[in-house]
């Protein structure tokens, strides 16, 4: 069961209109490393884990994705005001003059529609995990892109705070990944002659990557000292 909180997680506002940034910022709704995205993913994927604690971290994570969803809608809805003007439009814009009335729709900021293939799940629950620590990264990258173009200090904020729990999210997920050490596909690493082996196929090879002593994949806490 879903509630909707009418109150925003984060107060979103803009200094001006913009369309152009509103047409930047739909990246994040409709996009491969957007909001949707990662709500839907984290959600599919928390249907067939067992762990309680993990799967409630799957579903935590996801309803705080929706939220973000809201507050970028919010965003784009602002950017755009409310006047259609198709004529002036940047070309990832033009659909909310002609067909949405100005209605934030779930595409990137060229335009495309979102789609359901953008979702990753195979059912194990390591693989999953780090492709949902990727997810975060690669969010979190998308929002420092949009920081550094756009220049309004309200959106900023709003960027500036959303970057930032895509953090906390993936230094969860890298929590979660520490303690199915040894499960699923993480079972038995490294145990065979075949997973140590390393080619090394460049040429020259003076300054080939290290693999010796290669240990099971795990995650440092943010604060730990090295």
Do not use: C
């Amino acid at each position: 069961m879903f509630k909707h909180d009418k109150k925003l997680l984060f107060e979103v506002k803009v200094d001006n209109i913009n369309p152009n940034y509103a047409a930047m910022m739909q990246e994040q709704l409709g996009g491969p490393h957007g909001e949707l995205k990662a709500a839907l993913q984290y959600m599919s994927q928390s249907l067939r884990i067992k762990d309680k604690e993990i799967k409630d971290l799957f579903l935590d994570i996801a309803a705080e994705e929706l939220s973000h969803l809201e507050m970028v809608a919010t965003t784009v809805n602002l950017l755009n005001g409310h006047e259609l003007d198709a004529q002036n439009a940047t070309i990832g814009n033009i659909q909310a003059h002609v067909s949405s009335g100005l209605t934030p729709v779930l595409s990137n900021a060229s335009g495309y529609l979102w789609t359901a293939a953008y979702i990753e799940e195979t059912g194990d629950l390591a693989a999953d995990i780090l492709s949902n620590i990727s997810a975060e990264q690669r969010a979190k990258v998308v929002y420092e892109y949009l920081y550094r173009q756009i220049n309004d200090k309200g959106v900023r904020e709003t960027i500036d705070f959303l970057l930032n729990r895509e953090e906390a999210h993936n230094t969860m997920f890298r929590e979660a990944f520490n303690k199915i050490q040894d499960t699923g596909s993480n079972k038995s690493w490294g145990v065979t002659a075949d997973s140590k082996l390393y080619f090394d196929l460049s040429s020259p090879g003076s300054n080939s990557f290290s693999a010796q002593n290669a240990q099971p994949p795990s995650f440092a806490a943010p604060n730990s000292k090295k």
